[in-house]
């Protein structure tokens, strides 16, 4: 039987938040990455492993010092897909590591996954996709994915690693936080969370939106482009929803942007027309 042992909160420490990239991806939690098959989700988690291991600036994010990034992925080949987009990205693979699973399968309660960031000293974990790493355990059980995720977690925060968690989505209509595949204690589990998906506007075109926060405001979602020439290609922040991206159709146009719209038109071409109906008002700027 455990002993009880209590303590008072003012005897804890308050500690800030430390991110990896503000406010996307916290240091030391976990953070969920979702989105439909194809949408981009497993190069996003590439190009933010990139931008850590040579320290470049993420959207919103300095420039820091080159951090060690392991790289789990049971689904894409090493050597014909994550390696070569990883290279388009600019990564420094020699700061890029993977377990070994030749011999042993990797899953969520592997005391590799702790022995593995201790061992490189590790800021970034990905593991892709959360499916894949529950071996024997049942994905679709409360209980059970309570207790992974748990664990998942206290080992983030001991070391200060980000831990993130790709996940697929399945097809049935819904809130976001209720498409990925098992429990949604998976996504209860993350402090953060961002979704992938196709900008309606153009399909080669994909958006990060932010949909869960629980440690500050929700960032702005990002557009990022990337072609097999171009490589990936941050383009900056847009005004993407969660319901545009999920289901491929833009937003209704409202009579402030429209009317914002008609303005912007008309500043542009020295000259303002006004349709309404059959009548055409021009109105001349001085």
């Not at 850590?52 to 050597?79: F, H, K």
């Not at 049935?172 to 498409?179: D, H, Q, T, V, W």
């Not at 075109?205 to 869960?212: G, L, N, S």
């Not at 409202?254 to 109906?277: C, N, P």
């Given at each position: ?10 005897e804890i ?40 291991t ?5 959207p ?21 897909k994550?390696?070569p987009?990883?290279?388009?990205c ?32 590790a ?18 059980s ?6 992974i995720?748990?664990?998942?977690g206290?080992?983030?925060a001991?070391?200060?690693?980000a ?5 697929h ?17 998976i ?20 958006a ?20 097999p ?56 700027l001085?």
């Amino acid at each position: 039987m455990a002993v009880l042992k209590m303590t008072k909160l003012s005897e804890i420490q308050s500690e800030p938040v430390e991110w990896l990239w503000e406010p996307y991806i916290p240091c030391g939690m976990i953070t969920l990455i979702q989105g439909d098959g194809g949408e981009g989700k497993t190069t996003t988690a590439l190009a933010i492993a990139a931008a850590v291991t040579t320290g470049n600036a993420l959207p919103g994010r300095r420039a820091t010092v080159p951090a060690p990034v392991i790289l789990q992925n049971a689904e894409d080949s090493y050597p014909k897909k994550l390696k070569p987009t990883l290279e388009k990205c600019g990564a420094n693979l020699d700061l890029i590591e993977r377990i070994d699973e030749d011999e042993c399968a990797l899953t969520f309660s592997d005391e590799r996954i702790e022995q593995a960031i201790v061992r490189t000293g590790a800021k970034l974990f990905i593991l892709d996709p959360v499916q894949a790493f529950f071996g024997s355990a049942n994905m679709n059980s409360m209980s059970s994915v309570r207790q992974i995720m748990k664990r998942l977690g206290d080992i983030a925060a001991r070391h200060d690693c980000a831990i993130l968690l790709v996940g697929h989505m399945n097809k049935s209509g819904g809130k976001a936080a209720y498409r990925g595949h098992g429990s949604v204690d998976i996504y209860a589990a993350a402090r953060c969370v961002i979704t992938v998906g196709k900008m309606p506007i153009d399909e080669n075109i994909r958006a990060i939106v932010p949909i869960k926060n629980n440690l500050a405001p929700l960032g702005k979602s990002q557009a990022f482009g990337f072609d097999p020439v171009g490589g990936f290609t941050w383009l900056g922040e847009c005004d993407a929803t969660i319901d545009e991206i999920l289901s491929g159709k833009p937003r209704p146009e409202s009579q402030f942007t429209k009317a914002r719209r008609l303005i912007e038109t008309a500043l542009a071409h020295d000259f303002v027309a006004v349709l309404e109906g059959s009548n055409k008002v021009e109105v001349e700027l001085i």
